[in-house]
């Protein structure tokens, strides 16, 4: 059973500095791996997804990485902004499987 | 592009009552799938649907059922109700292909049991 561990829950930083939100899982065989954001109460916005053939995927001040055959991902913020204060969720998609199983994500706070 | 929607925003309702949550998928998208979020938690895969077919189920009891729709939105129907049934529920749309799910998820309906 595939089981998503997010580190650390979470995470209170002062405006400007870089940052790393961790994730792994127990099962390789995925098909690829999403970084979500979630305001309070809201719903999900996609960040970025990394396919299970690649190592990283950019956007922006965001950078994603894969590491499949370790069984982690990290999502890396530059220069992080008081808008960026949000749950990050990481899911994968499941080999021979229609779901996505989530962890339970990194609350982060970026102070002004 | 349209993206995904979902109605109502907010629902309570008694235990032992039915819900029925809707849900339109990203315009060019076949599939949806609904979730479950509880409070502090990642959301928990209720089932997919695909050409208006169930394509996978999570562990939830029959009481939570769904539909599909010609022109692929959604319906989650839940059957007596209970407390613990309080969460944010999720829909999210996609484009099935092997390999590759991107889902891009709608607001959310918030339901309170009481």
């Known amino acids: 059973k595939q089981e998503v561990t997010q580190i650390p829950a979470a995470l209170s930083v002062p405006e400007g500095e870089n940052l790393v939100l961790n994730c792994s899982f127990t099962d390789s065989a995925i098909y690829n791996l999403q970084w979500f954001r979630q305001d309070p109460g809201k719903g999900l916005t996609s960040l970025l997804l990394?396919?299970?053939?690649?190592r990283e995927q950019t956007s922006g001040r965001l950078n994603a990485s894969l590491d499949k055959s370790s069984g982690r991902s990290t999502l890396y913020i530059a220069a992080s902004q008081p808008g960026d204060s949000a749950t990050y969720l990481c899911a994968v998609h499941q080999g021979g499987s229609e779901k996505l199983v989530f962890g339970k994500g990194t609350k982060l706070t970026v102070n002004p | 592009e349209t993206g995904v929607t979902q109605s109502p925003t907010h629902l309570i309702k008694t235990r032992g009552q039915q819900v029925t949550l809707r849900c339109s998928s990203q315009s060019g998208h076949n599939t949806v799938s609904w979730y479950q979020q509880a409070l502090g938690q990642g959301p928990q895969f209720i089932f997919q649907y695909y050409r208006e077919e169930e394509n996978g189920r999570g562990n939830f009891p029959p009481r939570f059922s769904g539909l599909q729709f010609p022109n692929y939105s959604s319906e989650l129907n839940v059957n007596a109700l209970e407390l613990d049934d309080s969460a944010l529920y999720l829909c999210?749309?996609?484009?099935?292909?092997?390999?590759?799910?991107?889902?891009?998820f709608g607001p959310g309906t918030r339901l309170t049991v009481t």
């Open positions: 999210a749309s996609s484009s099935l292909k092997a390999g590759a799910n991107e889902q891009y």
């Open positions: 990394i396919q299970s053939s690649q």
